[in-house]
């Protein structure tokens, strides 16, 4: 009875860093607002965007990779103009600019001999810097990402809460299609709802689509590091968003049909629930929680 005595305070004591850790792990997480792109000042001119195949313009398709059918369309006879998509390398420009990191990819496939490629840039703009790009007769897609691990490093990776959403300004816009894209998991997804154009030569009036997370339907979109075949080929949009709680990268995704087209953003938003970063003192405090019920429990065994 004596022994047992001498060893019930211990077992407390070993159990209450465990109790504790459980209990703030346990408390509500809270959304947090981000503000990937937006406003005036990033930069002082026009700027190209880094690695711009509009420097090349367009190649012809068998000059690509000994020969690749880049389109899938079952020839090698179309004009290209590419940037494969990349995690890693800035899609933002590396001089005359100031503002968030931003990764991407381009693809503008053409038949035509007539297919120009005219912009690939942030526009300064009083009215809000804004991404655009303008092509003609040309089949065109691109992925535009920013890692939310920038805007806050307390965030380990974030999660979609019954109310968070994501928002989008366009401007200048005319003939494209726009999605909402999120990396989940790893994994890139494209939002069924789809993003409504700023008004053609308008620079002035921002048009804000706004959606739900978790009760929009997403598609799987194969997205991966060195990509240059950008263009969504469509899949089902069969996946919740209620599902997605590892969301760690948000963006766009635009694209057009065979014609003139053009797309602009001058705002990006999203609010979503930040899971913080357990920090040091509490991973060791878990450590050694763990490790003192695992020497109790040997010493009863």
């Not at 465990?18 to 346990?26: F, I, K, N, R, W």
């Not at 005036?40 to 020969?67: F, K």
């Not at 629930?273 to 450590?287: R, Y």
Request: glycine content about 10%; aromatic content about 10%.
């Amino acid at each position: 009875m004596m022994t047992e005595r001498k060893v019930l305070p211990v077992v407390w004591v070993r159990y209450i860093p465990v109790l504790g850790l459980v209990a703030a792990l346990s408390a509500p997480l809270e959304a947090a607002p981000i503000v990937l792109w937006g406003g005036t000042g990033h930069v002082s001119a026009d700027t190209e965007l880094n690695n711009s195949p509009r420097a090349a313009g367009y190649i012809a398709e068998s000059a690509i990779n000994g020969g690749t059918d880049v389109n899938g369309d079952g020839d090698t006879l179309d004009k290209v103009a590419s940037l494969a998509f990349s995690e890693t390398a800035p899609l933002n420009p590396t001089s005359g600019y100031t503002g968030p990191t931003f990764h991407g990819g381009f693809l503008a496939v053409a038949g035509s001999s007539s297919a120009t490629f005219e912009a690939f840039k942030i526009v300064n703009n009083a009215a809000g810097d804004y991404l655009w790009w303008l092509t003609r007769h040309a089949t065109t897609g691109m992925p535009v990402v920013f890692d939310l691990a920038q805007f806050d490093a307390s965030a380990d990776h974030y999660q979609a809460g019954p109310d968070s959403t994501l928002s989008v300004d366009t401007l200048n816009g005319w003939a494209a299609s726009g999605r909402f894209l999120v990396r989940n998991a790893g994994q890139y997804y494209l939002s069924e709802a789809p993003i409504a154009l700023g008004g053609n030569n308008d620079v002035t009036n921002h048009v804000t689509t706004s959606i739900y997370v978790a009760s929009t339907m997403w598609a799987p979109y194969a997205l991966a590091d060195g990509n240059t075949d950008v263009i969504f080929s469509g899949s089902a949009f069969s996946v919740s968003g209620s599902t997605f709680t590892d969301i760690d990268a948000i963006g766009w995704y635009t694209y057009v049909h065979p014609t003139a087209a053009k797309f602009g953003v001058s705002g990006l938003r999203a609010d979503l629930v930040a899971v913080p970063t357990p920090e040091p003192g509490t991973l060791a405090l878990l450590l050694a929680g763990g490790c003192a019920l695992t020497v109790r429990r040997r010493r009863r065994a």
